[in-house]
């Protein structure tokens, strides 16, 4: 396993990550959760994210058991909050109220003193930046988080952040999490170049498409009844005939490099340098096993222009 830096900051994270949404403590049975964790662990993985809104917290406890046994030294754990986490009017969103609130709870269910990583799982244009950016540096100065993440904000938003964050001489941002994948490359426009120059790094979210660029799906019209993507519309509705026949070709360079087609959709993400750690998802030990084979392949200019003229 190789490591990267995390923005601007002295954080070096593994090059693969494992995540817990929409497995962990709901979907995927315990054992098999649990022995995902070990696993990645194992194989030289250091970086684990989690929500406080995923399973409703049960993500969180499984997470931070799992990870008790280990060194805290060791790894670098990640939780996030923004969505509703219960039916009244502050149980939501990026007030001072919710985020304190909930990264309190987050701790107590995880088990911890405190977290490397805490994202503002979403933006929030009810709350003042300089409300939600002050919430977050006081728990940095209590202890209870070490570094400051957004998830899914666009460009102007994060330079917005920035500035609030230098005006009032607070912790800035230093990772963003986005969804980036061989079909989803919003970011490479403004995010991007946004994030270089200000010392935030890319820890991407969905760099399989859901299983899509493993070769799982052979037709739009044929999904396995057993999969994430049967029991979820919009998941289902991600899966086209267009972009099966993409993967089909995307296969044969994999094969001729000798790797899955897996391992050439997240080494292809990692050809970004921007990119600080590709985050997975697994229902079973066996996926990280084959997840982790990414890390350190490096593709070849011509490869990459071959990728690009099937992508296109």
Excluded at 14 to 27: A, N
Excluded at 35 to 46: C, E, F
Aim: include cysteine.
């Amino acid at each position: 396993m190789k490591y990267r830096r995390l923005g601007g900051s002295g954080l070096k994270v593994s090059e693969i990550s494992l995540g817990s949404w929409l497995t962990y403590g709901g979907y995927v049975e315990r054992e098999n959760a649990v022995n995902s964790i070990k696993t990645a662990y194992d194989l030289g993985i250091n970086f684990f994210d989690t929500a406080n809104v995923y399973e409703k917290g049960a993500a969180e406890e499984l997470v931070g058991k799992a990870l008790k046994e280990y060194p805290r030294e060791s790894y670098v754990l990640a939780t996030k909050a923004f969505w509703p986490m219960g039916e009244g009017p502050n149980d939501r969103g990026l007030s001072r109220k919710h985020i304190t609130e909930q990264a309190n709870a987050s701790l107590k269910r995880l088990g911890h003193d405190y977290v490397d990583i805490f994202y503002c799982h979403r933006h929030d244009p009810e709350t003042p930046l300089h409300e939600t950016l002050r919430a977050i540096d006081d728990l940095v100065r209590q202890g209870k988080v070490l570094y400051v993440g957004v998830s899914e904000w666009q460009a102007s938003q994060i330079a917005e952040a920035l500035g609030v964050a230098d005006r009032y001489l607070l912790d800035r941002i230093v990772v963003n999490q986005p969804i980036y994948n061989m079909f989803e490359r919003y970011i490479e426009k403004e995010i991007i170049p946004l994030s270089e120059r200000s010392g935030i790094g890319q820890v991407v979210f969905s760099p399989l498409a859901q299983g899509l660029l493993t070769g799982k799906y052979t037709s739009a019209s044929d999904i396995p009844q057993d999969s994430r993507a049967a029991k979820l519309d919009w998941m289902r509705k991600g899966i086209t005939e267009e972009k099966i026949n993409k993967v089909h070709q995307l296969e044969g360079i994999a094969k001729e490099l000798g790797i899955s087609v897996g391992n050439l959709a997240l080494a292809w993400i990692l050809r970004q340098n921007n990119v600080a750690s590709a985050l997975v998802g697994a229902s079973r030990p066996e996926q990280v096993t084959e997840n982790a084979k990414a890390s350190g392949i490096e593709l070849s200019e011509d490869v990459l222009n071959r990728i690009e003229d099937i992508l296109k």
